[in-house]
């Protein structure tokens, strides 16, 4: 596995399931403009990753034209559960920096499960990706796009019901796809 081929491979994911599927509403515009930085991290330590994610919240920072960063992660916490702690460590780095109300971390995860859910239930796959990754993006621009979207409060909910409609087998068929064809 190389980093081509894991940009690839969620480049794919971003493609098929964020905007194919309009997850997020937002994620189109941004990457027609090339305002999305999709980087891999090789870490196999949680001090590595925080390292590197303190590095890419410096780059958004000294670069006004980059509105979000896919920071990949795929040798370091595969455990969802790890995983999920480790978000309380990034929000204490945001803190640290002073980039609280700055930026904001989104996360993803192959295994990924919201609280009160089966490890099989399709509303999971909302949130699924090929690899642990973190999505850093800009408060400021999110403010501004929702301000231009209605009903915005209403997208995880669609969301949901549309995984729930696809069904488990058809989510598992398109992240699976998006690993395969790799170019």
Not at 82 to 90: D, T
């Amino acid at each position: 596995m190389n980093e081509s081929d894991i940009i690839s491979a969620t480049r794919n994911w971003v493609d098929t399931v964020v905007v194919g599927l309009n997850f997020c509403p937002f994620a189109k515009r941004e990457l027609a403009k090339g305002s999305v930085r999709f980087t891999v991290c090789e870490a196999t330590n949680e001090e590595f990753l925080l390292q590197y994610l303190q590095q890419e919240l410096q780059r958004l920072d000294n670069e006004p034209d980059l509105e979000a960063t896919l920071l990949i992660h795929p040798y370091a916490l595969g455990d969802f559960i790890r995983y999920n702690e480790f978000l309380e460590e990034v929000n204490g780095l945001l803190a640290v920096m002073e980039l609280e109300g700055v930026y904001q971390v989104a996360s993803f995860h192959p295994h990924y499960q919201f609280a009160g859910t089966g490890p099989d239930d399709a509303e999971n796959y909302t949130n699924r990706s090929p690899y642990p990754m973190l999505h850093l993006l800009r408060e400021a621009s999110l403010e501004v796009a929702i301000e231009h979207y209605p009903n915005v409060d209403d997208i995880p909910d669609r969301n949901i019901e549309l995984t729930r409609k696809l069904g488990v087998q058809k989510m598992r068929a398109l992240l699976a796809s998006c690993l395969e064809n790799r170019s």
